[in-house]
């Protein structure tokens, strides 16, 4: 396992950072919204039921705090130590 191949470029972290704020507006705006796509309804239930784990009550963590840990250890890498590790080698 190479973790510069992992950890991947600074286009990789771009574009998961996109992603990452591209998925919570997507949902924050349909948990907003009073009438939902028939489609999705179930899945707004589950989020607001805490049947699924978007929000874990008993511990306070949002999902979204892990996917934030895991974006911020990619940005550090890759911007702090990536170039120092790739000119060692």
Request: charged share 20%; hydrophobic share 50%; aromatic share 14%.
């Amino acid at each position: 396992m190479n973790l510069a191949k992992e950890m991947g470029t600074r286009k990789d972290f771009y574009k998961h950072l996109t992603l990452f704020i591209i998925v919570h507006i997507i949902i924050n705006m349909l948990l907003r919204m009073e009438s939902f796509p028939k489609i999705l309804s179930g899945l707004k239930q589950s989020i607001l039921e805490g049947k699924i784990w978007f929000y874990h009550e008993g511990t306070g963590i949002f999902i979204t705090i892990i996917w934030l840990v895991v974006l911020a250890v990619q940005g550090f890498y890759v911007f702090l130590f990536k170039d120092k590790i790739e000119q060692e080698e």
